[in-house]
């Protein structure tokens, strides 16, 4: 790219920072971490990369990593830059051009078509394999989770501790490995301009690791918001999908399991894990105080309230 250069930031999240630069005629995305001092071990640009490297090599619809940087190369943080995907992120309402009900269940279909796709990828042959452990996931990802928000002694806050106790006494053995995205919901999906509806580019890998596949597809049905039931934050970022044409969770689930062949007896214990484990993310950053938006109060009940009923707890 030559010429002057224009940027401008995109995308709702609340962790790393994303940024459209153009010169009028091209365009490229730079994702980068927010200012230092930075945790360890959180917001690893080019572990992101990685993935997005692997996976675009198996032909998976995810951008094309075009540059990396260490800390100090450029700027004073790691980051990268990726090819610019044009189409629709969709959150609370379809665009118009895909604004149909066939349209939707195309997209729809393709949400999960594409999950599964995921799953069943080789993360060997793409040269990921030493990003994770898939053995032994759902156990620890859920002690993970529990030291977020313990107190010193290692005890949890008391409206934590019935879904967590739930959660710990049914630890299903691990369904099997893959890369799993950790954050798939169709607002981190780009989608087609126009029709057919369909899944264009998958974007936001900065969770992504190996472990079970069933837990990504809970963290999905999890966002998937559900007419007359109150919503959790999660499911307010996909409102669209209470359009007339998308399909509910259990359809969702069962053209995930006709795609796999994955056995979903146990999938209330992963989309509960999935609600109990954005109610620690949520109660950890409210903790912080360093974003305003996790202070908004009834955020992390939200989670709470769905985990228990999705666990049968309530």
């Known amino acids: 790219m030559s010429g002057p250069l224009r940027s401008k930031p995109i995308g709702d999240g609340h962790s790393n920072l994303t940024f459209l630069i ?22 690893d640009m080019l572990r992101e990369a990685r993935f997005l490297a692997g996976l675009h090599g198996t032909g998976y619809p995810v951008p094309e990593v075009l540059a990396t940087a260490q800390e100090g190369e450029v700027l004073d943080v790691p980051f990268y830059v990726m090819s610019f ?33 995921l799953h069943l990828t080789d993360y ?22 529990a030291r977020l928000v313990q107190d010193a002694e290692g005890n949890l806050p008391a409206d934590f501790e019935a879904v967590y106790d739930w959660l710990a006494a049914n630890v299903p053995a691990e369904s099997g490995e893959a890369v799993i995205h950790n954050d798939y919901r169709i607002g981190n999906t ?23 596949p069933l837990f990504d597809l809970g963290y999905f049905l999890s966002s998937v918001p559900e007419p007359g039931h109150a919503r959790t934050p999660t499911e307010d970022l996909g409102t669209a999908l209470l359009e007339e044409g998308y399909p509910g969770r259990a359809e969702l689930a069962e053209r995930y399991a006709e795609q ?25 950053s409210r903790r912080r105080g360093e974003d305003e938006y996790y202070l908004t109060p009834g955020l992390v009940d939200s989670f709470l309230a769905e985990a228990r009923e999705t666990a049968g707890l309530a």
């Open 22 to 43: 153009t010169n009028g005629e091209a365009s490229v995305v730079v994702r980068r971490p927010p200012p230092p001092p930075l945790p360890p071990g959180a917001n």
């Open 85 to 117: 995907a044009r189409g629709h992120v969709v959150t609370t309402s379809t665009p118009e051009a895909l604004a149909t009900p066939d349209q939707r269940l195309n997209i729809a279909h393709s949400l999960v078509d594409n999950l599964a796709r």
């Open 124 to 145: 060997r042959a793409a040269g990921l394999d030493d990003l994770g452990r898939p053995e032994g996931f759902n156990a620890r990802h859920l002690k993970r989770m």
């Open 190 to 212: 780009m989608i087609s301009p126009d029709a057919p509806g369909r899944v264009i580019a998958i974007l936001d890998w900065e969770l992504a690791t190996l472990g079970d």
């Open 260 to 284: 796999t062949g994955a056995d979903l007896t146990h999938l209330d214990w992963y989309v509960t894990l999935a609600l109990w484990k954005l109610a620690a993310l949520y109660e950890y």
